[in-house]
C-alpha cells in the first residue's frame, strides 16, 4: 500500500540516498549529482514549496519535489524533481506522485505546471508525455572550460554593482526580458532580495560593464556548485572523441578540458544576464571576466542555462562551449498554456 505525505526533516538521508540512485540519462549519456547535507537546500531558494514523500510497507520509495511561483497575472507550478528507488520503479509511483502535484497546482488556480527535463532522460519524457504533458522548448546548457587566461584589456567599465546603479541594471534586465514566457519584471527591491536569497549568488556578485557611464550590460556569476556538484556517470560520446582528440593536441597548446567520467566537478553559471545589442562586446568582456576568475581560482567550468534564440549564444561560441539539451514540458490547468516560443531561464529551474 503506498501512503504518500509530506516531507520531514527525518527524511533527509533517505532521500538523499534516493537521488544518488537515480542518474538522470540513458546508457549512453548520464549525469548524477551531489545535493551535500541538505535535500531541502535547493527549494529554500523559492519562496512557496513543497516536497512529497511516498512510502511502501513503510519504506521510503520516493519523492517529488514543487514549487508554487506568482506571475505577473496568474500562478504557475514547477516541478523541480521526480524521484524513484529504483526498486520500487514500474508500478505507477511516479504517476502518483506527479497528480499530488498537479493537485496542488489545481488547488491555488494556477495557469499551468511545467518541468524540466535533461534529453538523455527519455523514460522521464515518456512518463510526462503519458500524462498530457508537451514538450514546448528546448533550453541550452552551455558549459565553458576556464582553460587559460582570456585578454585583460577592456574597452568598457567592468565592476561589480554599486548599490545605486541597481535601478538602472533592473531596467536593462527588464527590457531584455520583456515578453519572454515565464518572466515576471523585477524592481530594484525584488531584484536584490532574490540575488541575495540564491546560495552562492548574492548582490555582490552581479557584475555590469558600463559605456560613457550607462550601464550596457550585466550578469550575475553564481557558484551554484554550493547546492549541488555532477559527474557524468555515462560521458556524451561526442564528448569521449573531443577529450581523445584534445588529449593529442594539449601536448602542443592549451585546449578546453571535458569532465572526466564519474569525477564530480564544480560549475559557476552566468545568469540574469542582458546586454543592449549594440553592445555585444560589453558582455564578451563579462564573460572574459568571470573566465579569468574560474582559471585563477582552479575551478574549471562555468556556462548557463538559456533559449536557444538568445543572442548570448552567439557570444559563448568564442569560448568553445560543450553544449546539451533540456526540454521544457508543460500542461495547462486552469487557463492556457504561455507562448513559450520564446522564454526566461530562472536559474533556480534547472539545478538538478
Known amino acids: 500500500m503506498v501512503n504518500i505525505r509530506s516531507f520531514k526533516e527525518e527524511d533527509n538521508e533517505a532521500l538523499l540516498s534516493i537521488e544518488?540512485?537515480?542518474?538522470?540519462?540513458n546508457e549512453e549519456c548520464a549525469v548524477a549529482v551531489?545535493?551535500?547535507?541538505?535535500?531541502?537546500?535547493?527549494?529554500?531558494?523559492?519562496?512557496?514549496?513543497?516536497?512529497?514523500?511516498?512510502?511502501?510497507?513503510?519504506?521510503?520509495?520516493g519523492w517529488i519535489g514543487?514549487?508554487?511561483?506568482?506571475?505577473?497575472?496568474?500562478?504557475?507550478?514547477y516541478v523541480a524533481e521526480v524521484m524513484v528507488h529504483p526498486d520500487y520503479r514500474r508500478q505507477g509511483l511516479a504517476v502518483k506522485l506527479l497528480r499530488e502535484a498537479e493537485k496542488a497546482a489545481h488547488e491555488v488556480k494556477a495557469s499551468h505546471i511545467y518541468s524540466y527535463i535533461y534529453e538523455p532522460n527519455e523514460p522521464s519524457m515518456k512518463l510526462f508525455e503519458k500524462l498530457g504533458y508537451i514538450q514546448e522548448r528546448d533550453v541550452r546548457i552551455i558549459a565553458i572550460s576556464a582553460y587559460k587566461k582570456e585578454h585583460a584589456e577592456r574597452e568598457y567599465e567592468l565592476?561589480?554593482?554599486?548599490?545605486?546603479?541597481?535601478?538602472?541594471?533592473?531596467?536593462?534586465?527588464?527590457?531584455?526580458?520583456?515578453?519572454?514566457?515565464?518572466?515576471?519584471?523585477f524592481t530594484a527591491p525584488s531584484f536584490r532580495t532574490y540575488a541575495n536569497r540564491v546560495l552562492g549568488y548574492g548582490i555582490e556578485n552581479f557584475l555590469v560593464a558600463k559605456w560613457k557611464g550607462k550601464i550596457v550590460a550585466c550578469g550575475g556569476f553564481w557558484d551554484s556548485s554550493v547546492l549541488m556538484e555532477m559527474a557524468y556517470t555515462k560521458e556524451p560520446m561526442m564528448w569521449k572523441l573531443m577529450a581523445n582528440a584534445y588529449g593529442i593536441l594539449r601536448h602542443f597548446i592549451s585546449m578546453p578540458r571535458i569532465p572526466p567520467e564519474g569525477k564530480f566537478f564544480r560549475f559557476?553559471?552566468?545568469?540574469?544576464?542582458?546586454?543592449?545589442?549594440?553592445?555585444?562586446?560589453?558582455?564578451?568582456?563579462?564573460?572574459?571576466?568571470c573566465n579569468n576568475l574560474m582559471f585563477d581560482t582552479k575551478c574549471e567550468f562555468f556556462g548557463a542555462y538559456i533559449d536557444p534564440d538568445d543572442p548570448i549564444l552567439g557570444i559563448a561560441k568564442?569560448?568553445?562551449?560543450?553544449?546539451?539539451?533540456?526540454?521544457?514540458?508543460?500542461?495547462?490547468?486552469?487557463?492556457?498554456?504561455?507562448?513559450?516560443?520564446s522564454i526566461y531561464v530562472d536559474c533556480r529551474d534547472p539545478i538538478l
Open 34 to 61: 551531489d545535493k551535500g547535507p541538505d535535500i531541502t537546500a535547493r527549494y529554500e531558494l523559492y519562496d512557496n514549496w513543497e516536497i512529497r514523500v511516498a512510502e511502501e510497507n513503510e519504506t521510503t520509495a
Open 159 to 185: 565592476a561589480r554593482i554599486d548599490e545605486k546603479d541597481l535601478p538602472e541594471a533592473v531596467r536593462l534586465i527588464n527590457n531584455y526580458y520583456n515578453g519572454k514566457a515565464q518572466f515576471s519584471p
Open 318 to 341: 568564442k569560448f568553445k562551449p560543450l553544449s546539451e539539451t533540456m526540454y521544457l514540458y508543460a500542461k495547462p490547468i486552469s487557463g492556457r498554456l504561455p507562448d513559450f516560443s
Open 268 to 289: 559557476h553559471s552566468i545568469v540574469d544576464h542582458a546586454f543592449e545589442p549594440e553592445h555585444a562586446l560589453a558582455m564578451e568582456e563579462t564573460m572574459n571576466y
Open 20 to 25: 544518488r540512485l537515480c542518474p538522470e540519462g
Open 66 to 77: 514543487w514549487t508554487i511561483k506568482q506571475g505577473p497575472e496568474q500562478k504557475y507550478v
